[in-house]
Nanobody, 126 residues
Framework: VQLQASGGGLVQAGGSLRLSCAAS????????MGWFRQAPGKEREFVSA???????????DYAGSVKGRFFISRDNAKKTLYLQMNSLKPEDTAVYYC?????????????????WGQGTQVTVSS
């Protein structure tokens, strides 16, 4: 599985960005996908994840720090994962990574993942 993240950039506080993650080498539609971020001097942290719950229903999960501001989605036809980030804050500044398939399986969406993208830089100025 290969993941290619894009969409990062420099934005002022209160602004928005949409990250994309193009996947290849997997069926994608039933893959559990996640977004993580790593700020300078800090450990990588969970941001959001999405998994298929049957038919057209997807279960989503968000870190408390981004809930209500960030929204994860996917386009299975394009094999692309998205992260819409609104009301950005300077503390959202980080390298953002997309990931596929949690090592711990279905119940470990916030844990380590098997496949990782290369990361895209998001910088929010105050």
């Amino acid at each position: 599985v290969q993941l290619q993240a894009s969409g990062g950039g420099l934005v002022q506080a209160g602004g928005s960005l949409r990250l994309s993650c193009a996947a290849s080498g997997s069926t994608f539609y039933n893959d559990i996908m996640g977004w993580f971020r790593q700020a300078p001097g800090k450990e990588r942290e969970f941001v959001s994840a999405i998994r298929w719950s049957g038919r057209n229903i997807y279960y989503t999960d968000y870190a408390g720090s981004v809930k209500g501001r960030f929204f994860i989605s996917r386009d299975n036809a394009k094999k692309t994962l998205y992260l819409q980030m609104n009301s950005l804050k300077p503390e959202d500044t980080a390298v953002y990574y997309c990931a596929a398939e949690p090592v711990g399986g279905y119940d470990s969406m916030r844990g380590s993942y098997r496949w990782w993208g290369q990361g895209t830089q998001v910088t929010v100025s105050s």
